[in-house]
């Protein structure tokens, strides 16, 4: 249990120093083509337009890295004051100043937290703006100059000693050894912390320096996953076989190397062929004099090329380094899938493999099980989300009412996917959610959707349903009670919970806006708002159609008291994970009592007029009235 604790630490440590990175990758990008373009050695050489490359790399990444940083722990106060402190350490200091922005960032954002926490209800009204200025300001400058005194020269201490550790471990030809952390740390998710806390750091100044780093090349380099899913290719078996041409494709273009993390787990002594795979490319680079001239991120070969400096002799390098690693990746990988068993559950080591990373992979889906053709006859149909009671209720609702226009006897309902009952014919969830429901009901027909408002997924389901089912009256029977056992309880809307015109800068404080309306209305519990927030980032509450229904986790249904609703129109619209959002239905749900006003919100909102017109509402009451309409 200590050594699990101690990896999912790790594990989110990595995340945040990610966090903190990924979105500022266009500033790298940007600092490496000029650093390409225009120094003495690049391809277009310009002193005037070299004169970019230091400031950006000394004060504008960084500070790009702080404001992040505190961001990520107080939005935008955090960002202002993490910017702040990070100054302190960037002018108390020679070098890149990554680690240390990484440092101030965060604790700039959690100091200015603290003291908001400290300060709420106890400022004088009209006093607001002059107190939010101030403690800003003041705590940035006490920050940065505490950065520029200690902390500042502390990093320099510390990164100076990783510098000449990399080049003693250079130097004796030992560079090579670290793929036996870094492989393997990148399959268990670990990677983010060795390569944004420490490589990317000391391969900036090793660029500042020389020119050039190996360092972007240890855990960019795309050759070893490529040569096990080329094996996989040859020698698989079943889906494994089928699908590792397409995600070699991915992993070597598109750069998204977790996509061949399944194939490994699979066969966990494919480990062998990813060490030696990632061994053989560095001990290419450090012969031949390998390395990168800006971070290349995604690391697809693409990227790596582009940020290759501009002479033969380091395209011959880096090309070489990452076929070496293919090759031997390769041959290791072929010997270990022809000499032993395969398992053929892909579905499942992706599924471990999100386990692993702790949160939603962008391409676990790309593994879902193909499905067969529709049961020929269906009784009953499941829509399924974590915690039954919101997104599921929607979908539910629209495609209950989809199936009583085209007059067919099938039960619709929704539940939290850890509640599907066995003989559920027909699951539909959202794509992320989709293995973890066939894993509960694995004979079941699936369906993914990414929109539960509007999916096409409904009419075409229709259309196939139509083709011929049978179902008994006793099922019939049962869904029709089970309907008019539904409370119907309009008063779950009031006035009082609609709130126009609001502006957010983040889908978390929109969520967190919406849960403290829920709380002072004496329908849930305090901390029922957190497991709003985790609901969400577990798997998104955007509907479809610039809707989104935040509501609690499955946990969260022991700390909602009574059903309720609130509305918040947003016309300006919010970003929830690059969806624009300009209505939000806050949800707490009690024994099924919100299910029939939701399915009344859900048909609504399943045309875009009606969300016109409620974007557009002038009062609570002309809002409501279009909802009660439906």
Not at 297 to 324: C, D, F, M, Q, R
Request: aromatic share 6%; proline share 4%.
């Amino acid at each position: 249990m200590a050594q699990s604790n101690i990896k999912v630490a790790v594990q989110k440590f990595g995340n945040f120093l990610s966090s903190m990175v990924m979105p500022n990758i266009g500033a790298f990008i940007a600092w490496g083509l000029i650093t390409a373009l225009f120094i003495p050695t690049g391809f277009f050489p310009n002193e005037s337009l070299a004169k970019l490359v230091d400031p950006m790399v000394k004060y504008l990444l960084p500070l790009l890295i702080g404001y992040t940083g505190g961001k990520l722990v107080h939005d935008q106060r955090g960002g202002v004051v993490g910017a702040i402190a990070t100054m302190g350490v960037i002018v108390g200091s020679d070098i890149p100043m990554f680690l240390g922005a990484m440092i101030m960032g965060p604790l700039g954002g959690y100091i200015i937290k603290k003291f908001d926490q400290f300060i709420e209800g106890k400022v004088k009204t009209g006093f607001e703006m002059l107190i939010n200025n101030f403690s800003a300001g003041i705590l940035g400058g006490i920050l940065a100059i505490l950065a520029f005194l200690g902390v500042s020269p502390a990093v320099d201490g510390f990164t100076g000693a990783l510098v000449v550790g990399v080049d003693w471990m250079v130097a004796h030809g030992l560079l090579p050894l670290t793929s036996i952390l870094i492989e393997p740390a990148k399959i268990l998710f670990l990677n983010n912390a060795i390569n944004h806390g420490i490589l990317s750091p000391i391969g900036a100044e090793q660029i500042r320096t020389n020119g050039q780093s190996i360092l972007l090349l240890l855990e960019t380099n795309p050759g070893p996953g490529l040569g096990i899913l080329l094996a996989y290719c040859f020698f698989g078996k079943g889906t494994a076989k089928q699908s590792a041409p397409g995600a070699a494709i991915i992993h070597f273009i598109g750069g998204i190397h977790e996509i061949y993390f399944p194939y490994v787990l699979m066969r966990p002594l494919l480990i062998i062929a990813a060490i030696l795979g990632g061994m053989s490319g560095v001990f290419t680079f450090v012969l031949l004099g390998g390395g990168l001239q800006a971070v290349a991120s995604p690391g697809s070969i693409l990227a790596i090329l582009a940020a290759t400096p501009g002479n033969a002799g380091s395209y011959v390098a880096n090309i070489s380094g990452v076929l070496v690693a293919a090759v031997v990746s390769f041959i290791v990988g072929s010997l270990i899938l022809k000499t032993g068993k395969q398992s053929e559950d892909l579905d499942e080591a992706a599924r471990k493999m999100q386990e692993m990373k702790g949160k939603k992979s962008s391409v676990a889906g790309s593994f879902t099980k193909q499905q067969g053709e529709v049961p020929a006859s269906v009784q009953k149909i499941v829509f399924a989300c974590d915690a039954g009671m919101g997104s599921s209720a929607m979908g539910a609702s629209l495609l209950r009412k989809k199936v009583k226009q085209a007059d067919l006897n099938i039960s619709v309902t929704n539940t939290a996917i850890s509640n599907i009952p066995s003989d559920a014919q027909i699951v539909i969830t959202q794509e992320e959610l989709t293995p973890r429901a066939q894993n509960k009901v694995p004979d079941a027909y699936h369906i993914s959707v990414d929109n539960f408002l509007s999916s096409p997924e409904y009419d075409k389901l229709i259309d196939q349903l139509k083709n011929g089912h049978t179902t008994s009256k006793a099922e019939e029977e049962k869904r029709v009670s089970a309907e008019n056992n539904t409370d119907s309880n309009d008063g779950l809307l009031k006035e009082e919970n609609v709130f126009l015109n609001q502006h957010f800068s983040s889908k978390e404080e929109a969520i967190r806006f919406a849960g403290s309306v829920l709380v002072k209305g004496g329908y849930v519990e305090e901390n029922y708002v957190e497991a709003m927030i985790d609901r969400d980032n577990m798997t998104s509450t955007y509907m479809g159609n610039d809707v989104a229904i935040p509501h609690g986790t499955e946990e969260a249904k022991k700390n909602v008291l009574r059903s309720g609703f609130t509305v918040i129109q947003v016309p300006e619209g919010v970003d929830f994970d690059g969806e624009k959002v300009r209505l939000i239905f806050g949800i707490a749900g009690k024994d099924g009592t919100h299910l029939e006003i939701l399915s009344g919100i859900a048909i609504t909102c399943s045309d875009m007029d009606n969300i016109e017109k409620m974007v557009h509402a002038k009062s609570a009451k002309e809002l409501m009235a279009i909802i009660q309409s439906n």
